[in-house]
């Protein structure tokens, strides 16, 4: 079981790597608006790292700040993700519709964000 976990780790690394290594802390360390929703950034990029898959496929994010460079991606997804400015501040970003084995993890999801404050 140890091998087991040790192999999964690696695995979610090799996918989520860049929201890990060489990062550090981002102005606020978890979500103001949604839990299990930790943040780490590097360079212009902002990663928010999901530890549960919202069940109505939207991610509501009360802390990013949007701007007219705000860029959306999922590590481990080919395809920018769809997102709207939130009406009092933050960003609401629309998650892949895909069944679990298409997604690129199982465990935890990281959202990449560019051109947010």
């Given at each position: 079981i140890?091998?087991?976990?040790?192999?999964?780790?690696?695995?979610?690394?090799?996918?989520?790597?860049?929201?890990?290594?060489?990062t550090?802390?981002?102005?606020?360390?978890?979500?103001?608006?949604?839990?299990?929703?930790?943040?780490t950034?590097?360079g212009?990029?902002?990663?928010?790292?999901?530890?549960?898959?919202p069940?109505?496929?939207?991610?509501?994010?009360?802390?990013?700040?949007?701007?007219?460079?705000?860029?959306?991606?999922?590590?481990g997804?080919?395809?920018?993700?769809?997102?709207?400015?939130?009406?009092?501040?933050?960003?609401?970003?629309?998650?892949?519709?895909?069944?679990?084995?298409?997604?690129?993890?199982?465990?935890a999801?990281?959202?990449?964000?560019?051109?947010?404050?």
């Amino acid at each position: 079981i140890f091998e087991e976990r040790l192999r999964n780790m690696g695995m979610w690394l090799k996918v989520n790597g860049d929201a890990i290594y060489a990062t550090k802390p981002w102005r606020v360390q978890n979500d103001t608006l949604t839990k299990d929703i930790w943040y780490t950034s590097k360079g212009d990029s902002v990663y928010a790292i999901m530890l549960d898959w919202p069940t109505s496929g939207q991610l509501d994010l009360g802390a990013p700040k949007t701007s007219s460079s705000t860029k959306v991606m999922m590590l481990g997804w080919a395809t920018p993700l769809k997102w709207t400015a939130g009406a009092g501040g933050g960003i609401m970003v629309r998650l892949p519709t895909a069944a679990p084995s298409q997604l690129p993890c199982q465990w935890a999801w990281v959202i990449q964000m560019q051109g947010v404050m």
